[in-house]
C-alpha cells in the first residue's frame, strides 16, 4: 500500500472574498498536516500551487488544518465502529456514533462556515499590507467591508 506524503497547503483562514485568504503549507503524511511549513497570504490558487506572498505563521491556519483532520478522523472511525457494532446486535454502538457524529459535525463546521475564516477588517488590511496592496485595492477592501476609505496611504485601522 502506497501512502501519499509530502506538501500541501491547509488550514484556510482569514479570507477577505476577492482578495486573498491564508494558507499554511505543511509537510503531511497521508495527508496528515505534520510539520508547518510556512504561511501564505494567497490571492490566487494555480493547479496545486498558490500565488502569494509568505507571512508569519499563523496559529490560526495550523489550528484549523490539524483540527480538520482530527475531526475528520474521529467521525470517521466512530461512525465505522458504531455501524459495525449496530450490525453485530452490540449493543454498546450508540456512544460510538455519537461521538463519530460530534467530530463529523465540527469537520463540517471547520470545513464550510466561512465565519470561523473570515477576516475581520482590521486584520484584512495587515494582510493587504503585507501583499503590498495598492492605494486603489485598499480602497476596494475598505468598500467590501463597508468601510470608508483609508487615508493614510495603506496604514491598518486600530483593531477592535
Same mark, same amino acid.
Given at each position: 500500500?502506497?501512502?501519499?506524503?509530502?506538501?500541501?497547503?491547509?488550514?484556510?483562514? *482569514?479570507?477577505?472574498?476577492?482578495?486573498?485568504?491564508?494558507?499554511?503549507?505543511?509537510?503531511?503524511?497521508?495527508?496528515?498536516?505534520?510539520?508547518?511549513?510556512?504561511?501564505?497570504?494567497?490571492?490566487?490558487?494555480?493547479?496545486?500551487?498558490?500565488?502569494?506572498?509568505?507571512?508569519?505563521?499563523?496559529?490560526?491556519?495550523?489550528?484549523?488544518?490539524?483540527?480538520?483532520?482530527?475531526?475528520?478522523?474521529?467521525?470517521?472511525?466512530?461512525?465505522?465502529?458504531?455501524?459495525?457494532?449496530?450490525?453485530?446486535? *452490540?449493543?454498546?454502538?450508540?456512544?460510538?456514533?455519537?461521538?463519530?457524529?460530534?467530530?463529523?459535525?465540527?469537520?463540517?463546521?471547520?470545513?464550510?462556515?466561512?465565519?470561523?475564516?473570515?477576516?475581520?477588517?482590521?486584520?484584512?488590511?495587515?494582510?493587504?499590507?503585507?501583499?503590498?496592496?495598492?492605494? *486603489?485595492?485598499?480602497?476596494?477592501?475598505?468598500?467590501?467591508?463597508?468601510?470608508?476609505?483609508?487615508?493614510?496611504?495603506?496604514?491598518?485601522?486600530?483593531?477592535?
Amino acid at each position: 500500500m502506497l501512502i501519499p506524503y509530502g506538501t500541501n497547503f491547509q488550514g484556510s483562514v *482569514d479570507e477577505a472574498p476577492g482578495f486573498f485568504w491564508v494558507e499554511t503549507k505543511f509537510y503531511h503524511i497521508g495527508f496528515l498536516p505534520l510539520v508547518p511549513l510556512g504561511t501564505w497570504a494567497v490571492t490566487q490558487r494555480i493547479g496545486n500551487g498558490r500565488q502569494g506572498v509568505k507571512i508569519p505563521l499563523s496559529l490560526k491556519s495550523i489550528l484549523m488544518a490539524w483540527i480538520a483532520y482530527l475531526s475528520l478522523v474521529v467521525g470517521l472511525i466512530g461512525l465505522c465502529i458504531a455501524l459495525s457494532q449496530y450490525l453485530a446486535s *452490540d449493543a454498546h454502538w450508540l456512544p460510538c456514533a455519537i461521538t463519530g457524529g460530534i467530530a463529523a459535525v465540527i469537520w463540517l463546521i471547520v470545513k464550510y462556515v466561512r465565519l470561523l475564516r473570515r477576516a475581520s477588517y482590521g486584520r484584512a488590511c495587515e494582510i493587504a499590507k503585507q501583499l503590498q496592496m495598492t492605494p *486603489d485595492g485598499l480602497s476596494r477592501l475598505a468598500a467590501a467591508y463597508g468601510q470608508p476609505a483609508p487615508t493614510n496611504r495603506g496604514a491598518a485601522p486600530p483593531r477592535r
